[in-house]
């Protein structure tokens, strides 16, 4: 069985700081891992994916994340937050089987500071 | 892009109702649609996977006699609350997917459904 851990529900940084996001996935076959972000009362946008290419994947508005299977982890980063930034975000994994069925981690609210 | 509509986005209901969301791929062939549930602050729970043109699967401990999800053509699936009550409430999400051809599911925008 997949599955995703977010480490914190909640993230504040400050305007202009670094957002780091922490994902760790569990996946006994080599997963697909994706990034969403989802505004107040939205559905997901997709930030990014991994989908065994590149490991350090590069992805909207700025965010990147990097895939390390030693530390099964893939966690987003972006060197400076925006306002725009606060949403919440949700990382995401599936076995790139036929349906690309998905399996969420519990989200992290991010709050950026002026 | 691949543009998932979501129809409608807000919907009041009167308990004991039944009411229908809407999801259609509008620019692709959605071989596989999915359809989850957002209660707030919480993330999206899987209610089922569909395929065109047979029955849904159902995740575990969802009913399916209260859910009813048809996917009767490449473009358009349906999710019918039926005998809706107060504890239906929730933000409904459905995804659509293109089998060999993407490896990510494409969301609507989804539906806010409140029962009174």
């Known amino acids: 069985a997949q599955s995703v851990t977010q480490l914190g529900s909640h993230v504040s940084v400050s305007e202009g700081a670094l957002v780091l996001l922490r994902c760790n996935y569990s996946s006994s076959v080599p997963p697909y891992l994706f990034w969403y972000v989802q505004y107040p009362n939205q559905g997901l946008q997709l930030l990014l994916k991994?989908?065994?290419?590149?490991?350090l994947v590069k992805g909207i508005n700025g965010f990147e994340a990097e895939f390390k299977k030693s530390e099964t982890s893939f966690h987003l980063t972006k060197p400076s937050a925006h306002m725009s930034d606060a949403a919440e975000y949700f990382c995401?994994?599936?076995?790139?089987?036929?349906?690309?069925?998905?399996?969420f981690g519990t989200g992290t609210l991010l709050a950026v500071q002026p | 892009g691949a543009v998932v509509s979501q129809h409608p986005s807000r919907v009041i209901c009167k308990s004991g109702t039944s009411v229908k969301i809407e999801c259609r791929s509008l620019d692709f062939q959605a071989t596989t649609m999915f359809w989850y549930r957002q209660f707030p602050k919480q993330s999206l729970m899987l209610m089922a996977t569909s395929n065109e043109g047979s029955k849904a699967t159902y995740e575990q401990g969802v009913e399916k006699d209260k859910f009813l999800i048809n996917h009767a053509s490449l473009t358009l699936s349906t999710l019918t609350v039926t005998s809706a009550h107060p504890e239906d409430s929730s933000f409904y999400i459905c995804?659509?997917?293109?089998?060999?051809?993407?490896?990510?599911?494409?969301f609507g925008q989804g539906t806010r459904l409140t029962v009174v």
């Open positions: 995804s659509a997917s293109r089998a060999g051809m993407d490896t990510e599911a494409f």
């Open positions: 991994y989908t065994s290419a590149a490991t």
């Open positions: 995401a994994v599936s076995d790139g089987g036929a349906t690309n069925k998905l399996i």
